[in-house]
T-cell receptor, first 116, second 110 residues
Framework: NAGVMQNPRHLVRRRGQEARLRCSPM?????VYWYRQLPEEGLKFMVY????????ESGMPKERFSAEFPKEGPSILRIQQVVRGDSAAYFC??????????????FGPGTRLTVT | KQEVTQIPAALSVPEGENLVLNCSFT??????LQWFRQDPGKGLTSLLL?????REQTSGRLNASLDKSSGRSTLYIAASQPGDSATYLC?????????FGEGTQLTVNP
């Protein structure tokens, strides 16, 4: 059973461009979470999605950021018009819809975004 | 709002020592607590998960305890090895999200 997959692993964008980060959850997992780790800071929750639904986006900046988890395909975190302050590691996690241990989140390797 | 604090921020020990990492949280209404390991430039590896109804979990040389009422958890590492050098993160689950501490950067010297 493959783990959580994220791509690309490294992404370089110039200011003003769009960044698209992809996350494929573990097989059988229907819950996806995105976290951001800014340089020299801890991980911060951004958004929680289930298939075709955003459940909690309270940690996501109100502008330029959006997330989706379509019925088919990976979850996408989209950042429009990137700025230098968006440079960070973005981690995706997934959890099973049911079963034990409840709510354990499994993390992907992250996408490191650099904005030049 | 949940806040998680980890002490110490950094720790350097000689190989073979037993050590304790501390984690405290402000809101005791949690579902579970997880300890992770993060190597530089890498993702997170889950070490131990303690359900809110449990007091401790063990895996190999690692033992994690949870005192929900006092808002505290400890991660005990026995007979430390240089390969244990990493940042250790504590995270609590309340609802849908994990709230992380800032981590303890551990260095085990040969």
């Amino acid at each position: 059973n493959a783990g959580v997959m994220q791509n690309p692993r490294h992404l370089v964008r110039r200011r003003g461009q769009e960044a698209r980060l992809r996350c494929s959850p573990m097989k059988g997992h229907s819950h996806v979470y995105w976290y951001r780790q800014l340089p020299e800071e801890g991980l911060k929750f951004m958004v929680y999605l289930q298939k075709e639904n955003i459940i909690d986006e309270s940690g996501m900046p109100k502008e330029r950021f959006s997330a989706e988890f379509p019925k088919e395909g990976p979850s996408i975190l989209r950042i429009q018009q990137v700025v230098r302050g968006d440079s960070a590691a973005y981690f995706c996690a997934s959890s099973p819809s049911s079963g034990a241990p409840a709510y354990e989140q499994y993390f992907g390797p992250g996408t490191r975004l650099t904005v030049t | 709002k949940q806040e998680v604090t980890q002490i110490p921020a950094a720790l350097s020990v000689p190989e073979g020592e037993n050590l304790v990492l501390n984690c405290s949280f402000t809101d005791s209404a949690i579902y579970n607590l997880q300890w992770f390991r993060q190597d530089p430039g890498k993702g997170l590896t889950s070490l131990l998960l303690i359900q809110s109804s449990q007091r401790e979990q063990t895996s190999g040389r690692l033992n994690a305890s949870l005192d929900k009422s006092s808002g505290r958890s400890t991660l005990y590492i026995a007979a430390s090895q240089p390969g244990d050098s990493a940042t250790y993160l504590c995270a609590v689950e309340g609802g849908s999200r994990l709230t992380f501490g800032e981590g303890t950067q551990l260095t085990v010297n040969p």
